[in-house]
């Protein structure tokens, strides 16, 4: 009986693991130019990882959609910052900004990088984890799975010529993008 209860626990406390240690399957250049350690402080979240008690440790999150919106839902008003840190457009926004100008309207602020290299430089400049698309999750190509993961994540308000950078939500409900911090 002891060895079914061990093998239970064991059982349940390797599904709750947060991260796992090791890149995904595929060959992305974005992983290729880290450094062993930026690699091991990306920690590719499993389906079943829950990301409400997640703190900014440091560490980009990689995930999915559905795990996103099950995280929106838990909050009242949330922006969803679509960060591409080389970024030069005026569109595009420190995060330190975009952070500052959130808690100034009350806004809960969730980033998802587009890349990992320039992230590690500024993740210390917002209060939640930072996030990165989980590309083991979807069967596409890489080029694609940016696009596939907002279409989901937006659901049928997903439009294909959507271009900008913010996603408002209530409650986990989509309201609309906006294409600059400054129009919240």
Sequence with gaps: MKKLFLFIALAFVMQSCIC??????????????LTSEQKNMVCWTSDTTS?????NDGRIYAVNPNQMRELLKTKEKVIVYKWLPICTSENCTSLGLTQSYCDEKGIELY???DSYKEAFLQIESIKNPLF??????FDEDVKHCDEEFYKELLGDKYDKKNYYRFYYF????????YDSVNSL
């Design 20 to 33: 796992i240690k090791f890149p995904p399957a595929r060959d992305t250049s974005f992983l290729r130019d």
């Design 51 to 55: 990301l409400k008690d997640l703190a």
């Design 111 to 113: 980033v998802i990088a």
């Design 132 to 137: 990165s698309i989980n590309i083991d999750y």
């Design 170 to 177: 209530e409650n986990g409900e989509f309201v609309r993008t």
